[in-house]
């Protein structure tokens, strides 16, 4: 982790439950992140929520209504005779901004107002 440190501006952390403990046993990410977070010292993004109490900084998460949107508009365009095979791949555009209190005033991060403007803001559970 040292030589992350020095090599790195912050980290990206997937998912990471059921990698194994000292003792075998799996850990979910409430044990796993808060480490890493203190071991790097630096900002750590996530791309899911249940990071972000454990001590992520921020996330985009993707939505449920941009997802529902999305697969309603594809139904309606096979339903009016547009093969499935026509219909493109589509990626999600939006994402619900989550920004967690408690790590930006850990890190010493002072943002403009505008910046938190539509985010929704957590806190660290410890």
């Not at 952390?13 to 203190?38: A, H, N, Q, W, Y």
């Not at 791949?89 to 790590?103: D, E, L, P």
């Amino acid at each position: 982790m040292s030589s992350l440190k020095t090599k790195c501006d912050s980290l990206f952390l997937t998912p990471l439950d059921g990698l194994r403990g000292e003792d075998g046993e799996p850990l979910s990410s409430r044990e796993i992140v808060p480490f890493l977070i203190k071991s790097f010292g630096g900002p750590a993004f996530a791309g899911i929520s249940n990071d972000l109490q454990a001590g992520i900084l921020c996330s985009v998460l993707k939505t449920g209504q941009e997802q529902g949107s999305t697969a309603a508009r594809m139904l309606l365009q096979a339903m009016s005779g547009t093969p499935v095979s026509g219909l493109p791949v589509t990626v999600n555009r939006n994402g619900k901004r989550v920004i967690n209190v408690t790590a930006l005033r850990k890190l010493g991060i002072s943002v403009r107002p505008v910046v938190l403007r539509g985010a929704e803001l957590v806190t660290t559970v410890e």
